[in-house]
């Protein structure tokens, strides 16, 4: 029985100016546009400038959500960030984001959950809201993934590119999005992709790189095409929803191949798919609102819509979450 009293009421997203080609990257590593595509179906990424770091990407996010929303920022009691590329460890992204806004009454917070950090947001928004301790919260995905990637990694380097997006959650008893969610990890699995910090090595295994990504690409492969389409599965069944009451797919767009497999062991047909990998990359967190928000754009992607979106990522975690689209045109 759905019990949520929260609707996403408004989307907007921002990536940085500077495009990064297959072609460019030929430059940097010994790839080539064909095999990249062949492999991932990803054409660009955006980077972003050097001293533009995520709070900067968010920021222009949410003004981007403000310009199409006809009600007001001023009142949000909350600003919940997602990222795994914070400036700095502390101050949170969040609190940049808040400052900047002038939200002084706003509480504000960063999140981990790497690639499903969006969908993890989304359900801590609708909780608060539904529990009512809250009615009005930003939800921002962001990242500067050029900052950790090494380009001389041919593995990882094609993968990544920078972006934000940002959702209004607001109370609406009357007409809420969320339909259901589940949630799970698998932490036995963190080993397969991580970025290098404090400590030397997880289970015994010494970590590589300074700081940098690194990606067993094969083993998270088979992770996610074995989770997510059980994790569908589970979700639709808890909901009492059948694939077929479904419009629209949006998982991480992490890979294009990837999800293809997903979508044949789901039965979703890939042309009900949303994704943002080709032209922006794999922008962990902010995928999934990139690809709503290039939908919201187009037209494709409408009020009263249902959906699944799930996100998936190191951890290993995942996020899937069943919504009827709450933004009006």
């Known amino acids: 029985m759905n019990t949520s009293a929260a609707r996403i009421s408004a989307i907007g997203s921002y990536v940085p100016e500077r495009i990064l ?21 990803i054409r660009e990424r955006r980077i972003a400038a050097e001293e533009e770091f995520t709070s900067h990407l968010c920021i222009r996010a949410v003004l981007d959500l403000a310009a199409s929303y006809k009600g007001t920022l001023e009142d949000v009691e909350m600003v919940i960030v997602a990222t795994t590329t914070p400036d700095y460890p502390y101050p949170s992204v969040a609190c940049l984001v808040q400052n900047h806004l002038g939200l002084t009454s706003a509480g504000a917070l960063d999140i981990n959950a790497t690639c499903a950090g969006f969908a993890y947001g989304l359900h801590l928004a609708n909780g608060l809201i539904t529990a009512g301790l809250h009615r009005k919260i930003l939800v921002i995905a962001g990242e500067t993934m050029s900052k950790v990637t090494n380009y001389a990694d041919r593995n990882t380097c094609i993968l990544f590119g920078d972006g934000a997006g940002a959702a ?3 109370y609406d008893a009357e007409n809420p999005s969320f339909e259901g969610a ?25 970590l590589e790189g ?19 389409p059980e994790g ?13 009451g479904v419009d ?17 062991k789901t039965s979703i047909p890939v042309q009900k798919t949303l994704t943002s990998a080709e032209y922006y990359g794999n922008t962990s967190s902010a995928t999934i609102p990139l690809s709503l928000q290039l939908a919201q754009r187009n037209g494709t992607l409408k009020y009263g819509d249902r959906l699944i979106i799930f996100g998936f990522g190191a951890g290993l975690t995942y996020a899937g979450l069943l919504l009827k689209w709450g933004v009006q045109d």
């Open 21 to 41: 080609t297959n072609e460019d990257l030929e430059k940097l590593v010994d790839t080539n546009d064909e095999w990249i595509v062949q492999r991932t179906g």
């Open 168 to 170: 209004l959650v607001e």
């Open 182 to 206: 589940v949630l799970g990890s698998e932490g036995s699995g963190g080993k397969h992709v991580y970025r290098s910090g404090l400590a030397a090595s997880i289970e015994g295994i010494p």
């Open 210 to 228: 300074e700081g940098k990504i690194y990606q067993n690409g094969r083993e998270v492969y088979k992770w996610a095409v074995r989770t997510v």
């Open 232 to 244: 569908i599965s589970r979700l639709l069944e808890a909901s009492d929803v059948g694939i077929d």
């Open 248 to 264: 629209w797919f949006v998982p991480h767009s992490a890979n294009l191949k990837m999800i293809e497999s997903i979508c044949e």
